[in-house]
């Protein structure tokens, strides 16, 4: 009887994949391991294995579609097999939780022929034209806006933001997020960053001192899944890299382990794998603590959300020049914003700002820093 291949969940966090593309057609011979079609999932591209070796009958998914972890992507079997010999799927598959929009007035050919001869003429997406005749029927007119609102785009949030929306949506619903905000002093450190031979980010600086010191605030650093808490002694630092359409956290394993130069050097290969699509599923799994860095675009203070389903995040801010009080006079100081998201199920208020305490006074301490060797 043909074996069902199944989608399978690579991390913690994924709940769909799309087929990009399959590497087998209907009759080639199937080696057990062999990779069979490529996948992506919140960014990630994986590669899908064979778990038996056999005949490839056919796939069940389309290339482009997004189907629920689980699904039965293709059919594996025998030499002669038919594909009528495929086992009856009993179960209701769970349905997409990013379903695809409503057929358009356009799909179903509710056109005015007037209308559709001036989409064509003008070069307009009938997909992306709301009717306003009987029954959202497209007519002429809709198309004349259409040609004098060039910049008008419409398109299905649930396509272009992937899953990025709904997790948000789910943290938000399922923690109880509480953020704090102080200013971290960077001016002993900006002067010590200036001579250094190799020019690391603030955001690597700050990363650098996170995974130095969270190991002694643990619960801060660890996952809440349902009622279940699991704390690490390792920092597994995630950090946010924006995409034209989302965003993806790479995560760097052990943070705590690798100098300055070497945590930043993975911090850019990860960030340049996560713009070109090749990360691995390994390459996002495991975080325990995530930094979102909007200072390059001039923020100075945002309220970050958790990355599900770890306990905090902490967003950083830009670097600014800003006059403190210094005995009876003024002293110009270089200051950073950083706000910090925890769940409050899982701690309070005092331990995340002893927290943030004790990042502030780690950072003012250059020597903390290492040595670029």
């Known amino acids: 009887m043909a074996h069902e291949v199944l989608l399978p969940q690579w991390s913690m966090g994924m709940q769909d994949g799309q087929v990009t593309r399959w590497l087998k057609a209907p009759g080639d011979p199937v080696s057990d391991g062999e990779i069979i079609a490529e996948v992506e999932s919140s960014k990630v591209a994986s590669e899908l294995l064979a778990d038996r070796a056999g005949i490839f009958l056919r796939a069940l998914v389309p290339e482009g579609d997004t189907v629920p972890i689980r699904t039965p992507l293709c059919l594996i079997g025998e030499p002669g097999e038919g594909v009528d010999a495929a086992p009856q799927t009993t179960s209701t598959p769970v349905p997409s939780t990013a379903p695809r929009p409503a057929p358009s007035a356009a799909s179903t050919a509710q056109v005015t022929p007037r209308a559709r001869k001036l989409a064509a003429d003008h070069g307009i997406d009938l997909t992306q034209v709301r009717g306003s005749g009987p029954g959202g029927r497209i007519v002429e007119t809709d198309i004349a806006s259409a040609i004098h609102d060039p910049g008008?785009?419409?398109?299905?949030?649930?396509?272009?933001?992937?899953?990025l929306a709904e997790r948000l949506l789910s943290s938000l619903?399922?923690?109880?997020?509480?953020?704090?905000s102080r200013?971290?002093?960077?001016?002993?450190?900006?002067?010590?960053?200036?001579?250094q031979p190799e020019r690391v980010g603030w955001g690597d600086l700050v990363g650098f001192a996170v995974s130095r010191v969270l190991p002694g605030h643990r619960q801060l650093n660890g996952t809440?899944?349902?009622d279940r808490v699991r704390l690490s002694g390792a920092v597994h630092l995630g950090f946010a890299v924006a995409l034209n359409d989302g965003l993806v956290t790479p995560v760097i394993h052990d943070a705590g382990q690798n100098s300055l130069w070497r945590l930043a050097a993975l911090a850019t290969?990860?960030?340049a794998q996560a713009r070109a699509g090749t990360l691995r599923p390994q390459d996002v799994d495991g975080g325990t603590f995530t930094l979102s860095n909007l200072g390059g675009y001039g923020i100075d203070v945002f309220t970050p959300i958790i990355n599900p389903p770890q306990i905090a995040i902490l967003g950083l801010g830009r670097v600014r020049e800003q006059a403190v009080r210094s005995g009876s006079g003024l002293a110009w100081r270089q200051l950073m914003t950083v706000s910090l998201s925890f769940d409050h199920r899982v701690t309070d208020g005092v331990p995340a700002a002893l927290f943030l305490r004790a990042l502030g006074e780690f950072i003012t301490r250059p020597d903390n820093f290492g040595d670029a060797d």
């Open 152 to 163: 008008h785009d419409s398109y299905s949030l649930s396509k272009r933001r992937g899953r």
């Open 173 to 180: 619903r399922d923690s109880a997020q509480l953020t704090l």
């Open 183 to 195: 200013d971290l002093d960077l001016t002993e450190l900006a002067a010590w960053r200036a001579i």
């Open 224 to 226: 809440v899944e349902g």
């Open 269 to 271: 290969t990860l960030a």
